[in-house]
């Protein structure tokens, strides 16, 4: 997917790069293998690219040409180094909120993850992607639901200036694009039944490594038998069943807070034993000084 040779950008706490791991890897790499289905053929432009993984993810998906644009010129100048090698690929330094520079009509698709609740001006946000995309182009856009990123998890993010509750992201994509389709996402524990040979979803791992379907090797094998094919029911070649209590993820949750308590209190103890022994010894050097005197 990418060019590991060039070094990877920092991490600043929420900019993603392909070397973050756990359930930050598996939301920003989802997005762009979904948008990755609308990218065949077209002309996209990927606003607020970041490090630039999602725009290559696109432009090797068959994309006509891909255009990554960024705020942040480091951001920009890493993502041209890093992959130079996809020519349909180029990146620019852009606002996202300020498109006056691109022509009108001049894109199919246009691409922005986690952009929204990081702009004042969303208005001027959809109102450049409406001008830039064609009659019968496509608009793939994502933010987090306030309600359950916020105000039910007890999460402030300092980087995110205005968050949306649902009904306020589709009024404001409303008033730019008559027509919304609306999805959810979530990373969720679930037992997963797929049916062979079948290539639903998409794959990737850490290494960069990508491909479309489902090629884990199961733990269980499921068969449903008859007499003849045409007595066979139609199932669902995928099925995904969820623990609507998620207690994987509480159990996994608690043990990354355990983890970052105990840290913070190893802390403490390593600076309280500093102090002892900068006591002990200014107490040994008093009293070798009396004893000298």
């Given at each position: 997917?990418?060019?590991r040779q060039?070094?990877?950008?920092?991490?600043?706490?929420?900019?993603?790069?392909?070397?973050?791991?756990?359930?930050?890897?598996?939301?920003?790499?989802?997005?762009?293998?979904?948008?990755?289905?609308?990218?065949?053929?077209?002309?996209?432009?990927?606003?607020?690219?970041?490090?630039?993984?999602?725009?290559?993810?696109?432009?090797?998906?068959?994309?006509?040409?891909?255009?990554?644009?960024?705020?942040?010129?480091?951001?920009?100048?890493?993502?041209?180094?890093?992959?130079?090698?996809?020519?349909?690929?180029?990146?620019?330094?852009?606002?996202?909120?300020?498109?006056?520079?691109?022509?009108?009509?001049?894109?199919?698709?246009?691409?922005?993850?986690?952009?929204?609740?990081?702009?004042?001006?969303?208005?001027?946000?959809?109102?450049?992607?409406?001008?830039?995309?064609?009659?019968?182009?496509?608009?793939?856009?994502?933010?987090?639901?306030?309600?359950?990123?916020?105000?039910?998890?007890?999460?402030?993010?300092?980087?995110?200036?205005?968050?949306?509750?649902r009904a306020?992201?589709?009024?404001?994509?409303?008033?730019?694009?008559?027509?919304?389709?609306?999805?959810?996402?979530?990373?969720?524990?679930?037992?997963?039944?797929?049916?062979?040979?079948?290539?639903?979803?998409?794959?990737?791992?850490?290494?960069?490594?990508?491909?479309?379907?489902?090629?884990?090797?199961?733990?269980?094998w499921i068969?449903?038998?008859?007499?003849?094919?045409?007595?066979?029911?139609?199932?669902?070649?995928?099925?995904?069943?969820?623990?609507?209590?998620?207690?994987?993820?509480?159990?996994?949750?608690?043990?990354?807070?355990?983890?970052?308590?105990?840290?913070?209190?190893?802390?403490?103890?390593?600076?309280?034993?500093?102090?002892?022994?900068?006591?002990?010894?200014?107490?040994?050097?008093?009293?070798?000084?009396?004893?000298?005197?």
């Amino acid at each position: 997917m990418s060019d590991r040779q060039d070094p990877a950008l920092p991490f600043t706490g929420e900019r993603f790069t392909p070397e973050c791991v756990r359930e930050i890897w598996y939301e920003h790499l989802h997005r762009y293998a979904f948008a990755a289905q609308l990218a065949n053929g077209r002309r996209v432009l990927d606003a607020a690219s970041g490090e630039g993984f999602g725009s290559a993810m696109l432009a090797s998906a068959g994309a006509r040409s891909v255009l990554g644009v960024d705020i942040d010129p480091e951001a920009v100048a890493h993502a041209q180094r890093r992959y130079a090698d996809r020519p349909a690929l180029r990146f620019e330094s852009g606002d996202a909120t300020r498109l006056e520079s691109l022509e009108s009509a001049s894109f199919d698709l246009v691409c922005s993850f986690e952009t929204l609740e990081h702009v004042e001006r969303q208005e001027a946000l959809l109102e450049g992607f409406a001008r830039v995309l064609t009659e019968d182009g496509l608009l793939l856009i994502s933010t987090p639901d306030k309600r359950v990123y916020s105000d039910l998890a007890g999460h402030d993010n300092p980087f995110h200036v205005r968050e949306l509750y649902r009904a306020e992201f589709e009024a404001l994509l409303r008033r730019h694009f008559p027509a919304i389709a609306l999805w959810g996402q979530k990373l969720l524990f679930q037992s997963v039944i797929w049916s062979p040979g079948r290539q639903q979803g998409w794959q990737a791992n850490v290494e960069g490594a990508e491909q479309p379907g489902m090629a884990y090797e199961p733990m269980y094998w499921i068969a449903l038998c008859a007499r003849s094919e045409a007595a066979l029911s139609a199932l669902p070649s995928l099925h995904l069943f969820g623990d609507a209590a998620e207690s994987v993820y509480r159990h996994y949750d608690e043990e990354i807070r355990k983890g970052i308590r105990a840290g913070h209190r190893i802390l403490e103890l390593e600076a309280e034993v500093e102090q002892l022994r900068a006591r002990l010894a200014a107490s040994q050097d008093a009293q070798e000084k009396g004893e000298g005197s």
